[in-house]
């Protein structure tokens, strides 16, 4: 006795008012050798993606938990870490969708070329873009400056107001408001007067030619040795740097905190000269003598 059964189909074609009809049988020992040779051919590398897939998924989130780790030991941007995140989790995850494939013969040449191709092309149209993009990314990763930062960049100086992911936000001393891509501030050249605790200030003052110098040295020191927001240590500099034309000029130097910067600055300029004046001592000014003289 027959333990196979067969199946019959039936296919209908209708075309220019002819009926066609197309039988087609399959026992039911046809189906199982097509079963027994898929399970033969395709069953392990099924059953290995799988486990690759599922290793791969522990291993990707053993790797971010340990880059999360890493940003909070940098102390990265809080706006910064989701991104960076999400990023690497999407990279591992698009390498291993594409190892499970490849495992189960699925040819990904074309389609990583085809990949390839599209992100050239995006990267290209938004090539400005992106390069404020990763010029945000630098920033926030590498911390040159923070906010709250005076810095003086891109032609521009003021306090850092925000760090934005594509732009940095400044405020100048006079309040206006200053937007600079982060492209050309990432890679162009920058200084950074809120880095150090400490500033050195440095004057330029000048006596005529017949004061003493003795004594314009002495109302200098004098002057730094009163102010008690000027350091001890590094401690002060003073000496004669030019004699030119109409004075002989007084190079001054003392380290402030950075706070105090521009207090200590503008008060010792207003203080010398009311000193200067009280001693006697001339601050010149640059003056021209003009000789006439009449022909016989």
């Known amino acids: 006795m027959n333990q196979f059964h067969t199946f ?16 087609m049988e399959i026992t039911t020992s046809e189906i199982l050798d097509k079963i027994s040779d898929l399970t033969l051919n395709y069953g392990p590398k099924l059953l290995g993606a799988i486990v690759v897939w599922i290793v791969g998924s522990m291993i990707i989130k053993g790797l971010l938990s340990t880059f999360n780790k890493a940003l909070d030991k940098r102390k990265t941007d ?31 040449t074309s389609f990583i070329a085809i ?28 911390k040159p ?13 003021g306090v850092v107001k925000e760090i934005q992911i594509f732009n940095t936000i400044l405020t100048e001393l006079d309040n206006k408001t200053v937007i600079i891509p982060n492209g ?15 500033r050195r200030v440095d004057w330029t003052f000048g006596i005529g030619y017949g004061d003493s ?9 004098d002057l730094i040795a009163k102010d008690n927001r000027i350091l001890k240590s590094p401690e002060h500099f003073i000496a004669v740097s030019a004699l030119a034309d109409s004075s002989v000029n007084f190079t001054v130097r003392a380290w402030v905190k950075a ?9 010792m300029n207003e203080n010398v000269y009311n000193a200067f004046n009280e001693a006697g001592v001339n601050i ?13």
């Open 145 to 157: 400056f923070k906010v709250g930062d005076f810095i003086d960049a891109q032609g521009y100086k």
């Open 284 to 296: 010149p000014f640059p003056q021209m003598d003009v000789h006439v003289h009449k022909n016989a």
């Open 78 to 108: 809080e706006s910064l870490k989701p991104f960076l995140k999400s990023l690497v989790g999407m990279l591992l995850k698009v390498l291993l969708v594409i190892s499970v494939l490849s495992m189960l013969g699925v040819e990904m």
């Open 184 to 198: 050309g501030l990432s890679t162009g050249s920058m200084v950074n007067y809120s880095t150090e605790p400490e």
């Open 259 to 267: 706070e105090d910067y521009w207090g200590v600055f503008f008060d």
């Open 115 to 142: 990949l390839g191709a599209a992100g050239l092309a995006v990267g290209m149209a938004l090539s400005g873009t992106l390069q404020n993009f990763a010029g945000g990314v630098i920033i926030l990763l590498f």
């Open 8 to 23: 019959t189909t039936n296919f209908y074609i209708k075309k220019n008012n002819l009926k066609f009809i197309i039988k």
């Open 213 to 221: 110098i003795d004594q314009a040295k002495n109302i200098l020191a």
